[in-house]
């Protein structure tokens, strides 16, 4: 099994998973994402030498041929995550989640049996969603359509939203057209707010790692916006329950995007979230406030019933038991490694 970017938060549950089942493992990653090293440092206590770890990049064509000529299933999660990051330097990110996607799709069409392909797509593809009317009602926004407040939102027409949006939903099509052009054995997981331990979190990219984190340390919460935003947020034990569902039925779902979160039983707003951090940890954040930003969604909730229609799966990690478990494993992980890190670049 190849996960490229699989030093990654999801990338490291799902090969511990995989590697706890008995099987081999190839962790692609170039190590870019500071903290990602403790990742693959806990894969090998957890696991020795069963874990092959490869330093690589998606945009190096070479690495990813000999890479993806050498698995049975490829998990491509290897990505710039950041819609700022992307504002800052659009031709890096255009380099890694567009042209290394292509790499990866190259790679799997020089293939005589092309594995299967999981690749992770966003949320973002669908822009900032200006078309949903909503309602302030306490705490959160509510959609005032009916059929939204009920299933969230479907698989719908594309709006691609700044660099990161047009750079992952560029990739996002290619592996769909992949799919269909080629009749590579290709899957697109839409995906909404994905937490759990062992995930880097920061104010750009992975937003509920990085409140708990902060309510612990005591470091300021910066809410952009008036904090009513609100997410669907998916466990990662769940996510990478779908991630084996559909890779082991690509044969069926090939050449499909399914939108992936907590679907509307699993939604928190960010201010709901600073809530219940305070229930958790005995203490509120500390909460500042700054401007709107672009492309922000004020209401994303998955409808994911397409995905279960055709699979079965359903999330079963509630919100509250998930943001329990992730404040008590970084808890832990502070008495070891200090709270006030996150982590290390390792070359």
Known sequence: MLITGGAGFIGANLAHRLLSEGRAVIVFDNLARPGVVRNVEWLRREHGAHVQFEMGDVRNPRAVNGAVGRAGAVFHFAAQVAVTTSLDDPRHDFEVNARGTLNVLEAMRACDEPPPMLYTSTNK?????????????????????????RHGVGEQRLSFQSPYGCSKGSADQYVLDYARSFGLPCIVFRMSCIYGPHQCGTEDQGWVAHFVRSVITGEPITLFGD???????????????????AVGGAATLRGRAFNIGGGVEHTVSLLELTQLLRQLHGRSPTVRHGEWRGGDQRYYVSDIRRFAAATGWRPRVSVREGVERVHAWTMREGATEGLGVVGRTVA
């Open 125 to 149: 593809v669908y822009g900032s969603l200006e078309g949903i009317e909503l309602r302030e009602e306490g705490s959160r926004y509510w959609p005032i359509d009916a059929a939204v407040a």
């Open 227 to 245: 904090g009513r935003q609100v997410r669907d947020l998916l466990f990662v034990d769940d996510l990478v329950d779908a991630m084996t569902i």
